[in-house]
């Protein structure tokens, strides 16, 4: 009797070690995704910003950077 109370323990004691780690595992997963999710979307704001940015800028601002920086010279 006392043979079975002690696999019986050790079994529960292994599953309970095995759901353990397969619980941390999904875990961490799930905040390398996560955090991956978040740079993705920062780099998306900043494409979006730069590109808010460059597509408000005017072809007479442009040209008028141009013109005070370089001439027919250079």
């Not at 002690?6 to 397969?22: D, K, N, P, Q, T």
């Not at 442009?62 to 013109?67: K, S, Y």
Request: aromatic content about 6%; some cysteine; proline content about 0%.
């Amino acid at each position: 009797m006392k043979k079975y109370l002690i696999i019986a323990v050790a079994v529960i004691v292994a599953g309970a070690c095995f759901f353990g780690m397969r619980i941390g595992r999904t875990k961490c997963e799930t905040n390398a995704l996560r955090a991956q999710s978040n740079e993705m979307l920062n780099i998306t704001n900043i494409k979006r910003n730069t590109d808010e940015v460059v597509f408000n800028t005017g072809i007479g601002d442009i040209r008028r950077v141009l013109r005070a920086k370089y001439t027919i010279a250079d």
